[in-house]
């Protein structure tokens, strides 16, 4: 049996644009919202502030943890938020 893919195993920066059917504040809540991310495609998701303290919306500097339905969880950091687009890394 196989072992699942992890976002882990990527070594090199990537960008990833993706064309979804929605508003654009529906959109920008899946991603920066911990209790509406998951309604997409993840578990669990955990945001923390700067300085480590649990908060529902990202905010840049902060990171989080997401556990994906496979079963594999990631951790990274928000790098940007702005009218243009989310920036994070793991």
């Known amino acids: ?3 699942p893919i992890s ?6 920066p990537y960008t990833l644009t993706i064309w979804i059917s929605a ?3 529906r ?3 899946a991603w920066l919202d911990s209790n509406e991310i998951t309604k ?3 578990t669990t998701a ?3 502030t700067p300085d480590g303290a649990e908060t529902r919306l990202a905010e840049v500097g902060g990171k989080y943890t997401w556990t994906w339905i496979e079963g594999t ?3 990274g950091t928000y790098q940007r938020i702005d009218d243009t ?3 994070f890394g793991w």
């Open 27 to 29: 959109v920008r809540a």
């Open 40 to 42: 997409w495609f993840l």
């Open 1 to 3: 049996m196989k072992k």
């Open 23 to 25: 508003e654009i504040e």
């Open 85 to 87: 687009g989310v920036k």
């Open 73 to 75: 969880t990631d951790t």
């Open 7 to 12: 976002l882990e195993n990527f070594a090199e």
């Open 46 to 48: 955990k945001n923390t």
